[in-house]
Nanobody, 123 residues
Framework: QVQLVESGGGLVQAGGSLRLSCAAS????????MGWFRQAPGKEREFVAG????????YYADPVQGRFTFSRDNAKNTVYLQMNSLNPADTAVYYC????????????????WGQGTQVTVSS
């Protein structure tokens, strides 16, 4: 059973940066795609970024394109989400997810989820 643990969330002012990490244990990390999703209060959980198991191609939701960077270190079984130029609309609980997926954007295809880490951006 894969376990995912996110870290790196916190409170930051608009325009600031944070780097989220997600460490995987229990096997299967290298065989799977990874995704970051976020959920703001009263809203659906939404796709933020995704990366294939090889780490070659990354995909981003339009609101974060150009500001967020998703990377993975297969040697450390860890993925990272570098978030720059944060704004209050980025405030949410951020979750990492893992799975053998055909569509990185589709939440239902991911099999394992972390507990989430809170990101709060003040104006």
């Amino acid at each position: 059973q894969v376990q995912l643990v996110e870290s790196g969330g916190g409170l930051v002012q608009a325009g600031g940066s944070l780097r989220l990490s997600c460490a995987a244990s229990g096997g299967g990390f290298r065989r799977n795609a990874m995704g970051w999703f976020r959920q703001a209060p009263g809203k659906e959980r939404e796709f933020v970024a995704g990366i294939w198991r090889s780490g070659g191609m990354t995909y981003y939701a339009d609101p974060v394109q150009g500001r967020f960077t998703f990377s993975r270190d297969n040697a450390k079984n860890t993925v990272y989400l570098q978030m720059n130029s944060l704004n209050p609309a980025d405030t949410a609980v951020y979750y990492c997810a893992l799975g053998v997926v055909d569509d990185l954007y589709r939440r239902s295809e991911y099999e394992s989820w972390g507990q989430g880490t809170q990101v709060t951006v003040s104006s």
